[in-house]
């Protein structure tokens, strides 16, 4: 399995940016797709997740309202539409696979394969 995720750069705050990050490898209809995030000095934090193929969605209380999570199966593209941007939002972005969907998905140990991460710069 491999995740490539892209989409990353400098924005002001108030905007958007919309992460991408393409799986390959198997199908994935039976896993949960997360994002975490990392900002400098701090640890991995949770995002949001939901399962692949649609239906419940979790999102952290910092994201919540602002960022969305979806699929496309046709493509195996995972995406994280992110609105009104903060500087706190600032960090690493990193996309990741679970397949097992009964684990905690706001850990980042339940999660099996990861991409690469992509920097998100919010300026104030």
């Known amino acids: 399995v491999q995740l490539q995720a892209s989409g990353g750069g400098l924005v002001q705050a108030g905007g958007s940016l919309r992460l991408s990050c393409a799986a390959s490898g198997r199908t994935f209809s039976s896993y949960v797709t997360g994002w975490f995030r990392q900002a400098p000095g701090k640890g991995r934090e949770f995002v949001g997740a939901?399962?692949?193929?649609?239906?419940?969605?979790d999102y952290a209380d910092s994201v919540n309202g602002r960022f969305t999570i979806s699929t496309d199966n046709a493509k195996n593209m995972v995406y994280l539409q992110m609105n009104s941007l903060k500087p706190e939002d600032t960090a690493i972005y990193y996309c990741?696979?679970?397949?097992?969907?009964?684990?905690?998905?706001?850990?980042?140990?339940?999660?099996?394969?990861w991409g690469q991460g992509t920097l998100v710069t919010v300026s104030s």
């Open positions: 990741a696979l679970n397949s097992y969907s009964d684990s905690d998905w706001r850990n980042p140990i339940s999660f099996d394969y």
């Open positions: 939901m399962p692949w193929s649609g239906g419940y969605t």
